[in-house]
């Protein structure tokens, strides 16, 4: 969670020119790390101005870590009068996500456990819910809660909605079964005797390969394929072309089986200090999401980038970064984080500013006070 600066049109004088700039800055070092010609970019800039200088589907994991709403105390928490006007702004980045994500990327998307619910809505009008994930934390103020003072369950969890776009109905390498059996004049489970995947005498004692295999919940090997295509009398696919473009088009998913593969999340707490952003995640947890979500040269993308961990692990996993933050602090951190992972090292991180000092060229969204 960061900063919001207001909407341009508010800002008015010097405040406007200063966040047209980095949109514009936005669009010519984003392009450039989308291109292939750099590996990080770092922008100071509202999560509005620079999500709309990124094209279409250019990002392959997208980490969305937005205010949650009056639970930090930070003004950047409380810009809003009611929830009404948060998830109504919320509802807009969740949009602009959805457009800037890839067709087979990932959004990783937080909330407090009071918004989860909402938030997840939210997220189901632009995109897949494919999990609703919780993290839940052994560490924090529950250790020093009075319970006789307590009116409900002391809240312990943050949420993550894990979403991205439908993926499509049919794959080429199924597409290609398909066709061959159809224009062979074949059944699936006929398909499967066949090709000698089951028993002509009992087909119901079959594997159901050919069904997997059209509805895209497996892979054929080389050897089934070629099968597939004798039996079928085709002769024309290409079996490493397809297996590339079905690799290609399915989300990438490679969770350790060792580590959180259910919804209930149990990563440690980042323990605070005057250096650190508030909201900070996991450097295992980050870690973890980028190596399952993502795959060597993909673009990894934040429209709140605070603490900016997320360029240091995307960038030492060999992956592509581009992010923004509002606070021109945590923006300069970004920087230097980005630089030094790009080198192999460790950036300094400087003691981030007493609460409430302000970012002059950038103020606070909506000016509620």
């Known amino acids: 969670m960061t900063a919001l600066p207001r909407d341009a049109a508010q800002l008015g004088g010097e405040g406007?020119?200063?966040?047209?700039?980095g949109a514009a800055g936005a669009r010519v070092t984003a392009a450039a790390v989308?291109?292939?010609d750099a590996r990080s970019c770092v922008v100071h800039s509202r999560c509005e101005a620079f999500s709309s200088s990124?094209?279409?589907?250019?990002?392959?994991?997208?980490?969305?870590?937005?205010?949650?709403?009056?639970?930090?105390?930070?003004e950047w928490d409380r810009a809003w009068k009611t929830e009404a006007d948060f998830l109504a702004w919320l509802r807009g980045v969740v949009v602009e996500a959805a457009r800037v994500l890839a067709p087979n990327g990932s959004l990783y998307l937080f909330?407090?456990?009071?918004?989860?619910?909402?938030?997840?809505?939210?997220?189901?009008?632009?995109?897949?819910?494919?999990?609703?994930?919780?993290?839940?934390?052994?560490?924090?103020?529950h250790a020093k809660?009075?319970?006789?003072?307590?009116?409900?369950?002391?809240?312990?969890?943050?949420?993550?909605?894990f979403a991205g776009h439908a993926e499509p109905a049919e794959s080429p390498m199924s597409a290609a079964i398909r066709v061959a059996r159809e224009r062979a004049g074949l059944t699936r489970s006929a398909l499967d005797v066949a090709i000698g995947r089951t028993s002509a005498a009992d087909p119901?004692?079959?594997?159901?390969?050919?069904?997997?295999?059209?509805?895209?919940?497996s892979i054929p090997s080389r050897s089934d394929f070629a099968r597939v295509m004798r039996v079928c009398g085709d002769d024309q696919a290409d079996f490493a072309s397809l297996v590339r473009a079905a690799d290609a088009a399915r989300r990438p998913f490679a969770a350790d089986l060792g580590a959180h593969t259910t919804d209930v999340w149990t990563y440690e707490t980042v323990t605070p200090t005057p250096q650190k952003h508030p909201c900070?995640?996991?450097?295992?947890?980050?870690?973890?999401?980028?190596?399952?979500?993502?795959?060597?040269?993909?673009?990894?993308?934040?429209?709140?980038?605070?603490?900016?961990?997320m360029a240091e692990v995307a960038l030492s996993e060999g992956r592509r970064y581009i992010g923004c933050d509002a606070d021109e602090h945590w923006a300069g951190v970004g920087v230097e984080r980005a630089r030094a992972a790009e080198r192999g090292t460790v950036a300094a991180v400087p003691s981030r500013r007493a609460k409430g000092a302000r970012d002059e060229a950038l103020p606070l969204f909506g000016g509620v006070r």
């Open 16 to 21: 406007a020119r200063a966040a047209d700039v």
């Open 34 to 36: 989308l291109a292939g």
């Open 54 to 74: 990124l094209p279409d589907g250019c990002v392959n994991l997208l980490w969305l870590d937005p205010p949650y709403f009056r639970v930090v105390d930070e």
């Open 111 to 141: 909330a407090s456990p009071q918004m989860g619910g909402r938030v997840e809505c939210i997220a189901r009008e632009s995109l897949d819910v494919l999990n609703h994930l919780v993290w839940a934390k052994r560490q924090g103020w």
């Open 145 to 161: 809660a009075e319970e006789g003072a307590l009116r409900g369950y002391f809240p312990q969890t943050e949420r993550v909605i």
């Open 204 to 217: 119901t004692r079959g594997t159901g390969l050919v069904y997997r295999w059209e509805e895209g919940s």
């Open 280 to 309: 900070e995640k996991p450097e295992a947890m980050l870690r973890d999401v980028v190596r399952c979500s993502s795959r060597l040269g993909d673009v990894v993308c934040e429209f709140f980038g605070g603490s900016f961990r």
